[in-house]
């Protein structure tokens, strides 16, 4: 079928001395790039640059810039280009420094503007950093699951007096639990607490953690769950640390929390920090 | 710091790292399920090896029971109209004064 929206003859191809220079592809007239990014971290600014070989056999190049949502929602832009073939282009960063697993981007080609414009080739997907920008034709497109992914030290919520911890994996994340750690305080109430930390899928339990040392009156222990850990508990300091899985990943949605036997109302939980590996789940 | 009024939890909304933090209501704790049992909100199932109710101690670790007000700040989905929306907004927040910061520089 004819394409109506090509008004131009093709570009003649880029060429050096007569041989053909691999280049990206092809754009129509109605042809742009989408940019989608998955971001987490607040303030980032990308930049969008890509160099054309239009049909008039100019090369051109296109700047504009890209402003990824902070919660790891999709964001997308539209970079208008001449037809022509693109020789390539790069995403970096221009704001802030992103960590691998906090900046996931996504280049495709698409026909038309709007955001219901039609993907038809996908260019490059992978992270951005402040050092390590996206470049654009690629052959193979990162998953966002893929590498070392960006090391968090969280604070999480310290429950109300007689109430659990619950620390949830976000929306478009994935993490792996390396290390968790709380005080619990046992009130004067006469009682033998085991505290428990469980990890579940948002409903199921998959994992059942017990503290090996119970917990009487007015005692305050370390609790420290984490990989690689013997299973320890040394009175003098009230501290116990208690072995996690090792390579523990948790889709969006997974908790972990304790379920203490035996808890009283005055007990309490307090300093919730925990360490994780963290992924765009972009999901 | 917010506190959310659902289950009494404190929690900063945004982390250290200058990410965003979402809450989410932990399940109920023994005692809880217990004055709701007693209040009879909640019944037990029948355990699957002895055939009678299970106790609470006991059901509280096979399921989490769930305040029916429970805030979850996550969001719905990570595109479309659910990016826009956290999964459930409770009985909401009130604001409360920031803890002392994990780092205090001291003067000379």
């Not at chain 1, 990206?24 to 890509?50: F, H, K, Q």
């Not at chain 1, 007015?218 to 116990?240: I, R």
């Not at chain 1, 208690?242 to 997974?254: D, F, H, S």
């Not at chain 2, 005692?31 to 007693?38: G, M, P, R, S």
């Amino acid at each position: 079928m004819a394409d109506p929206s090509s008004s131009v003859a093709p570009a003649s191809v880029p060429s050096r001395g007569g041989v053909w220079a691999s280049t990206g592809p092809y754009l129509r007239m109605d042809e742009d790039l989408r940019i989608t990014s998955y971001n987490a971290l607040a303030s980032v600014v990308l930049s969008v640059r890509a160099r054309m070989y239009e049909a008039d056999g100019r090369v051109t190049d296109s700047i504009d810039s890209h402003t990824p949502n902070t919660n790891r929602t999709a964001a997308t832009s539209i970079v208008r280009t001449a037809e022509g073939w693109l020789l390539g282009g790069e995403v970096f960063v221009s704001s802030a420094a992103p960590l691998i697993g906090q900046t996931f981007v996504v280049v495709e080609v698409v026909r038309g503007e709007s955001t219901a414009a039609i993907a038809t080739q996908l260019l490059a997907a992978g992270y951005v950093t402040a050092k390590q920008p996206l470049l654009f034709p690629q052959m193979f497109a990162q998953s966002s699951l893929d590498g070392a992914g960006a090391l968090r030290s969280i604070t999480g919520t310290t429950p109300a007096a007689g109430a659990e911890i619950s620390e949830t994996v976000p929306t478009g994340a994935r993490w792996e639990l390396l290390a968790f750690q709380t005080t619990f305080t046992a009130s004067a109430a006469v009682a033998t607490r085991i505290p428990i930390l469980f990890v579940d899928d948002g409903a199921n339990i998959f994992s059942r953690l017990y503290c090996g040392t119970t917990i009487t009156a007015s005692q305050a222990w370390f609790l420290l769950w984490g990989q690689g850990l013997p299973n320890v508990s040394e009175a003098n300091t009230k501290t116990q640390q208690i072995a996690l899985e090792t390579g523990l990943r948790l889709a969006a949605g997974a908790r972990i929390r304790t379920s203490t036997t035996a808890i009283q109302g005055a007990d309490q939980y307090s300093a919730v920090q925990y360490l994780v590996r963290e992924w765009i789940e972009g999901a | 710091m917010l506190k959310c009024t659902a289950c009494g939890g404190t929690y900063m909304p945004t982390t250290a790292d200058g990410l965003q933090y979402f809450h989410r209501c932990p399940p109920l704790t023994l005692a809880e399920l217990i004055a709701k049992v007693q209040a009879n909100k909640v019944v037990l199932p029948n355990d699957p090896v002895t055939g009678v109710p299970e106790t609470p101690d006991v059901a509280i670790t096979r399921r989490s029971y769930e305040r029916a007000n429970l805030r979850d700040e996550n969001l719905q989905a990570t595109s479309g109209a659910g990016a826009k929306l956290i999964k459930a907004v409770g009985d909401g927040t009130t604001t409360l004064p920031d803890p002392a910061p994990s780092t205090v520089m001291v003067p000379k």
